[in-house]
């Protein structure tokens, strides 16, 4: 199933992607709401036969699937040519940090370009939708946590990320990381999400391309390995890092401007597209 929220008529709504259009369900809430209630996938295909209304996913506007994520968890340097482009070594452990929630954005919105900075950089990245949580997973276990998947583009103020050593303010730009439009449930995917091309397009070029099965760190290793500190719970978002060709990492820098189009296409999972604006003074 492909999974997404919605503002329909002015209203949020949930649904599921069909032949025939979007199935939408009864309520307002978002398909992150109905994780943390514990809905599983036999119940979303539950929701959308009961569906009695059925629209074009071109006469709505996408939100992201979860409003607010209980953690949104990203894994950085996961992709060892990336790590060769940045001033880092490559770790051992994952490098593990964290967003926020007003930090995020939807598929198809404008991601602001401060008046702070013009280092807006652009990572493509798959992102891993937990179903249910646990603390001290065992690796062979994970995987049954992953209720689905996601495309997302982590995006980066890169002169705030390297003001400190803690990366937190240059990741937590209000409305920077982008991701959607849908969840694909893990039963449509590769186990762990392997095996997809991934890629980054700037203005229609090409700028990161490269596939899932080059993770350093891959996704049930992740899981266990964050949940030996932290409890995790169903609706977790694990942006899972991304590939070279980061802006960061060129000769002379790519930054996005005001007026860019980016996209991150993941196969089999979609194809996420924001524009860049300007912050308004």
């Known amino acids: 199933m492909k ?3 919605f503002l329909i008529a002015g209203v949020r709504r949930a649904g599921a992607l069909t032949n025939q259009g979007i199935a ?6 978002d398909i992150g709401t109905l994780l943390r209630r514990g809905t599983d ?13 059925t629209v074009d996913p071109a006469d709505v506007t996408f939100l992201p699937p979860s409003i607010e994520p209980p953690k949104i968890i990203c894994i950085g340097l996961n992709y060892a040519d990336h790590t060769a482009e940045s001033p880092y070594e490559q770790p051992s452990y994952p490098t593990v940090f964290l967003r926020v929630s007003t930090a995020i954005n939807a598929h198809g ?4 370009l401060s008046r702070l900075s013009e280092q807006l950089d652009y990572e493509a990245e798959m992102i891993a939708v ?3 949580g646990g603390k001290r997973i065992p ?6 946590c992953v209720f689905g998947y996601s495309v ?7 002169d705030y990320q390297f003001k400190s050593p803690q990366w937190t303010i240059g990741k937590n730009f209000d409305g920077t990381g982008a991701w959607g439009p849908y969840i694909v449930t893990a039963d449509e995917l590769p186990s762990g999400g392997r095996g997809l091309k ?18 350093i760190f891959d996704v049930a290793t992740i899981i266990s390995t964050i949940s030996e500190a932290m409890t995790l719970q169903a609706g977790d978002i694990i942006f899972t890092g991304t590939p070279a060709g980061v802006g960061l990492g060129r000769k002379p820098p790519l930054w996005m401007k005001d007026g860019d189009t980016v996209e991150v296409e993941i196969e089999r999972i979609g194809l996420l597209r924001n524009s860049i604006a300007a912050e308004e003074e």
Do not use: C, W, Y
């Not at 939408?24 to 809430?29: I, P, T």
């Not at 996938?41 to 209304?53: D, I, N, P, Q, V």
């Not at 997302?152 to 890169?158: A, F, H, I, L, P």
């Not at 991934?198 to 993770?215: F, P, W, Y």
């Open 109 to 112: 919105a404008a991601i602001p």
């Open 130 to 132: 937990l179903g249910k």
């Open 152 to 158: 997302g583009n982590e995006v980066s103020m890169r």
């Open 139 to 144: 690796k062979e276990q994970a995987l049954d």
């Open 24 to 29: 939408v369900f009864e309520g307002d809430d």
């Open 198 to 215: 991934i890629e980054a397009r700037l203005n229609g070029k090409t700028v990161q391309s490269s596939n899932t099965d080059h993770m």
């Open 3 to 5: 999974l997404g929220t």
């Open 41 to 53: 996938l036999s119940g979303f295909k539950a929701l959308a036969a009961a569906s009695k209304e």
